[in-house]
């Protein structure tokens, strides 16, 4: 039986390597937003919350390759900042902000902020987008703190700077397998891929 096609809608490489492996036991042919880009062009996230850029970017990509389509949106929402950064994570320091500036930011903002006041959450919803229309939705959160000083060299966003609960590294300091069991995305796409067996059986 031929596997069934299934484009990730991003082109953030670290996130779609996360996607790749979090998805590898439903036996889909994963492929790239990168190979369709002349097809689906610019997607402009102009949504007020992650479940609407998630389904703008899934249908969008769904109905222009005709493929399934998975898309998530997720940021990091500061309790002491109302939920900011949120849906503008990505360009918190600016349209084109590196990583390191969005997280400098943030840490400069907070830098008044004591430690039991520094609660923060990682969210993500993800949405897989069937050509014809159907479509399931996911959610997952993942609450921890921010430090003062960016700490650790893996991943990527504002994983340097996020201690998640129950520990005391911070998220880029954690192996690929740990960070996939308790991450907002990892926690996401286990409720999303149940929801996708139906979708595809």
Request: charge should be neutral; charged fraction near 30%; hydrophobic fraction near 35%.
């Amino acid at each position: 039986m031929k596997a069934l096609k299934a484009v990730i809608a991003t082109k953030n490489k670290g996130k779609l390597k996360e996607l790749q492996r979090l998805l590898a036991d439903l036996g889909l042919e994963i492929e790239s937003l990168e190979r369709f880009q002349d097809k689906v062009g610019h997607i402009v996230e102009d949504g007020s919350t992650f479940f609407e850029n998630a389904m703008k970017k899934a249908k969008t990509v769904a109905e222009k390759t005709g493929l399934m389509a998975i898309a998530d949106d997720s940021g990091l929402e500061v309790d002491a900042l109302s939920g900011r950064p949120g849906i503008f994570s990505a360009r918190y320091a600016g349209e084109n902000a590196s990583d390191e500036e969005n997280y400098l930011k943030l840490l400069d903002e907070l830098k008044d902020v004591p430690e039991t006041k520094r609660g923060a959450q990682f969210r993500c919803v993800i949405v897989a987008y069937m050509p014809d229309g159907r479509y399931v939705s996911a959610e997952g959160i993942c609450r921890g703190m921010i430090t003062t000083a960016p700490i650790g060299s893996h991943g990527f966003g504002y994983d340097p700077v996020f201690v998640p609960e129950g520990d005391s590294r911070t998220m880029a300091q954690l192996s690929r397998e740990e960070k996939n069991k308790i991450s907002h995305r990892g926690k996401a796409l286990k409720n999303l891929k149940a929801k996708i067996k139906d979708l595809i059986s």
